[in-house]
């Protein structure tokens, strides 16, 4: 695969996307465990809150590998490690992508093995580290201009 500009638009509109699924993260009832598990929707949605928006922050991590290094990475933790091996992203972040990467497949394959306050414990504490990522990958491409192509 040849390298060539990473193009901003791609980028732009997943970073939207995974705003758009935190902001409606933030809109679940999150004020205690009884309040979140009262209403089992609660957690249908924030399953597919949660891995819409890993998804789509890993699709950002393959596009800027793609087109801005010419690696085609299929795998989503080889992803977050070659991002990391590129300095795309610190040691830290590059320990929680792969452990987001673990988690997008445990909720796509391992489903029935996600309980309410697993789901819970994360909407509390975890869903930082996917903006702390994002925000990680957004300041690398800030730092680079020369490699994003922002034609439409």
């Given at each position: 695969?040849?390298?060539?500009?990473?193009?901003?638009?791609?980028?732009?509109?997943?970073?939207?996307?995974?705003?758009?699924?935190?902001?409606?993260?933030?809109?679940?009832?999150?004020?205690?465990?009884?309040?979140?598990?009262?209403?089992?929707?609660?957690?249908?949605?924030?399953?597919?809150?949660?891995?819409?928006?890993?998804?789509?922050?890993?699709?950002?991590?393959?596009?800027?590998?793609?087109?801005?290094?010419?690696?085609?990475?299929?795998?989503?933790?080889?992803?977050a490690?070659?991002?990391?091996?590129?300095?795309?992203?610190?040691?830290?972040a590059?320990?929680?992508?792969?452990?987001?990467?673990?988690?997008?497949?445990?909720?796509?394959?391992?489903?029935?093995?996600?309980?309410?306050?697993?789901?819970?414990?994360?909407?509390?504490?975890?869903?930082?580290?996917?903006?702390?990522?994002l925000?990680?990958?957004?300041?690398?491409?800030?730092?680079?201009?020369?490699?994003?192509?922002?034609?439409?």
């Amino acid at each position: 695969m040849t390298p060539r500009k990473i193009r901003a638009q791609v980028v732009l509109e997943k970073v939207a996307w995974i705003h758009k699924m935190l902001d409606s993260m933030a809109e679940l009832p999150a004020e205690s465990f009884e309040v979140f598990k009262a209403d089992a929707r609660n957690q249908a949605a924030l399953e597919s809150y949660l891995r819409r928006a890993l998804e789509a922050l890993l699709d950002v991590g393959r596009h800027i590998l793609g087109k801005g290094f010419g690696e085609s990475v299929l795998e989503y933790k080889k992803i977050a490690r070659v991002l990391g091996q590129r300095a795309i992203l610190s040691s830290e972040a590059t320990a929680i992508l792969i452990d987001m990467a673990g988690y997008r497949n445990r909720l796509t394959h391992f489903y029935d093995e996600v309980s309410p306050e697993e789901l819970y414990g994360i909407l509390t504490t975890r869903v930082v580290d996917i903006e702390a990522v994002l925000d990680e990958i957004l300041q690398w491409l800030r730092s680079n201009p020369e490699m994003i192509d922002t034609s439409l």
